[in-house]
């Protein structure tokens, strides 16, 4: 529907409206007289017209006042002697059609015809249905039997998940192979992963294999301001779904409708609410024999209401994660079939250079190379309009136009210099890729790329003291250096204390506090969660003292750690500040020859510049 109509209505509306109110001033203007005063004028001879309109009686003055009218609102008929009077003094009248009578009526109508072409047009946005009815349609897309253009091999990465879906296809297309055994099928999938993983595609993929009609709806899309609405399109949803059996219903964020009750206290959203307990009913309803299920996908699951996720409705859980090595280049090679590649380019390389991106951030990457080889004029893309591209989705957009003084450019420069020292003193710490000092990003002043070379999924009480080590190592350098800090290192104090906490009161590695939990408590949520306790967890007293005293302890041994390794290796530290200064950027086999002469150090029991007691980490 085009979309020009609600203005044109809307000034319609406004000009009509406007014209009557003229219309109506115009025909009560003049002086307002008595009919008594009136037919003594007439008498006097001071009259020298009179104009019959309607009701309305309007005269002339004679004299200087000709132009001023006097107006009787009193009904002509009522008096039958005037128009006698008028003839014997010889005052000429006549009688002409009502301004009302003419215009008024009409204008007044039009902004009741607009309201109606609005409500009419109104009616037929929502569809077949007439009036506020068709407020209650679902508006999910249907994609029908042709399919959704999408099939597992436009999918990599996520191979347990399809592997999971790959019964829901198998009871899609071959029903009776289960039925058969009197088992039944899921009702429900839920999709849980973190965003951009494709959970979306994986659904839409599943649809596309089996080849049945594909209902796709957001849970935002449910809730209205007016109650009953969201419950009346889950209703009309099923409906629909059960006319167009088999088929898969899809629901896109699941936890905007699904969000476990009682969340926002006594006064919360009713209408969701509704909407919520209608989705349960219908699920627990429908028969899932006719070959209807229901997909949904969230990167929220502790929210949830747990009626949601007992057995007959969502009955399984589909973990989507981000990819490993293997799957981020299996990612990589469908998006790069779109993109003219150089010959360069390593995919397995760029893969182990993307350790936690997602396949959408694998793909925005990408694009964002594409979009740097056009403009540098390339015919193909390269290793290093892909590098820029992920180092430009890590780091943020470059700043060359932020201009840092000469002093402020040299304390990056050494403060970046102390994270890639300390890193590389560090045994088993990630190494450094790339040092810079060009500002990237909204705060970013310089920065220091760390890339792991495998996949990490569990981390030792050594590594978490080696990264809390390295954040501590741009504050160390810009004290050893300068004799003063600043305040560039809060993001990496911010890191180091949250890394600290949680090997307290998370983890269990300090003897004082022991293996015990004082993170937010955990509820029964069959995801870790329990979304109506939101307290932590009771402690004593000492207790918070003793975690706060462990927190201090880890930290402060870290930092002498840092500022041991940094003070053995002032002279690196000095040569490598020093060329960044003057490049900007410094990586590959020049940074490699740097840091290969970083030695470790013996934690010094009581750095000169470092205002922490002593402290030993056991």
Known sequence: MNKWWAPVLAIVMFVSLLMMVTNMAMSLGGETVTWSELKGRIEAGEIEEVVLEGELVRATVRGEEKAKEVLNLVLVRSDESFIPLLEKHDVPYRAVRSNCQNGSIGLLLLPIVAIAVLWILLARQGGPTRGAAAFGRSSANLVPEEGTGVTFADVAGVEEAAEELQEVIAFLTRPEKFTALGGRPPKGVLLVGPPGTGKTLIARAVAGEAGVPFFSIS????????????????RDLFKNATEHAPCIIFIDELDAVGKARGLSGPAGNEEREQTLNQLLVEMDGFDNRKGIIVMAATNRPETLDRALLRAGRFDRQVLVDRPDVRGREAVLRIHATKLKLDDTVDLNEIARMTPGFAGADLANALNEAALLAARREREAVTMKDIQDAIERTIAGLEKKNRRLSPKEKRVVSYHECGHAICAAASPGADPVQKISIIPRGVAALGYTIQMPLEDRYLMTKGELLNRITVLYGGRVAESIVFGDITTGAHDDIQKATDIARR?????????????????????????????????????????????????????????????????????????????????????????????????QADVLADPPTAEVPKASVT
């Open 219 to 234: 849970g935002s899309s449910f809730v209205e301001m007016f109650v009953g609405v969201g419950a009346a399109r889950v």
């Open 503 to 599: 090997m307290v009161v998370e983890y269990g590695m300090t003897k004082r506090v022991g293996p015990l939990n004082y993170a937010p408590e955990a509820g029964a949520n069959a995801f870790g969660m329990n979304p109506t306790q939101s307290s932590y967890s009771a402690a004593s007293a000492t207790t918070t003292e003793a975690i706060e005293g462990e927190v201090r302890r880890i930290t402060d041994a870290c930092y002498r750690r840092a500022f041991a390794i940094l003070v053995d290796n002032r002279p690196l530290l000095e040569d490598m500040a020093e060329y960044l200064l003057e490049h900007e950027v410094l990586d590959g086999d020049k940074m490699k020859g740097y840091l290969d002469r970083a030695s």
